[in-house]
């Protein structure tokens, strides 16, 4: 969440295999508004390139996410949901890991937690936290190789949990890099065993944090995120510019994809869609609803499990 919000712009879902340190730049465009109804070309004109933008926002990400609740979230909400569809204690995979926001549940639960991500900044302080408690990787989401979660142990279907959370696919902004994600993650999911979960931004959600004229400061007053996005359409893309004190300036890209598309992706992926559920905020309390609704929820969870 941002500044007491729901879990916004926490996981960042690109990264690159070794060495753990970001290479180029990316690309950047101006930061005035966006059309969302503009769809999304083959051409590599990123706003932000998740990287860059996750390298500029880590030294102030844990602050600025200060009240997000993970135990409550992950913990008390997701977890317990994923048990009524057989999840069992193992290997945990959380790509797009961040900061390591998700590891506290896991491992007071028993999980061994593997984590991925693409920007080194975020790694670095994930490090600095956690030490060899956790195994992190500098990887690409939609390029994950076989991974061991273990040097003892073999690679390939071999978590019992795979985690995308915290907008990781929503930074996916181009055609076919769902299915690119969903390749690699069936090819790291223990087959018959393995359980995936993710959440995409609901119209809602992209309203109130992305469109135009949408203004939210840092507790200090001293920090701004500012909506970007005229004319916010279902399937478009949707900026957003985080600026101010201890924090260079970027912006942040990224599309809402319709569950007709999400699914689509599953299947072709080799991947079975077990729930898709909504979820929203409420005195407090996350709320899970079995039917997700765009105008009511901000975040749409969907868990699913490896088949063929």
Known sequence: MKDGREVRTNADPHGEESPARAQG?????????????????GRKLFASDPRRAYDRFAPIYDEWNGQNDYEMWLGEVLLPELEKHGLRNGWALDVGCGTGRAFVPLLDRGWRVVGCDLSSGMLAEAARKFGSQVRLLNLDARSLPPLSPAPELPAGEAFHLILLLNDVLNYMTEDGELEQVFTGVKRNSCRGQGLVAFDLNTLRLFREDFASGVLEEGSAGDRQWRGLTDQPKPGGVFEARLSGHGVETHVHRQRHWPPDQVQAALEASGLHCLAALGQREADGRVLLSAEPDEERDHKVIYIAEHWD
Do not use: A, K, Q, V
């Open 25 to 41: 730049e990316g690309f950047l465009t101006d930061l005035g508004t966006r059309d969302s109804s503009r769809p999304p070309s």
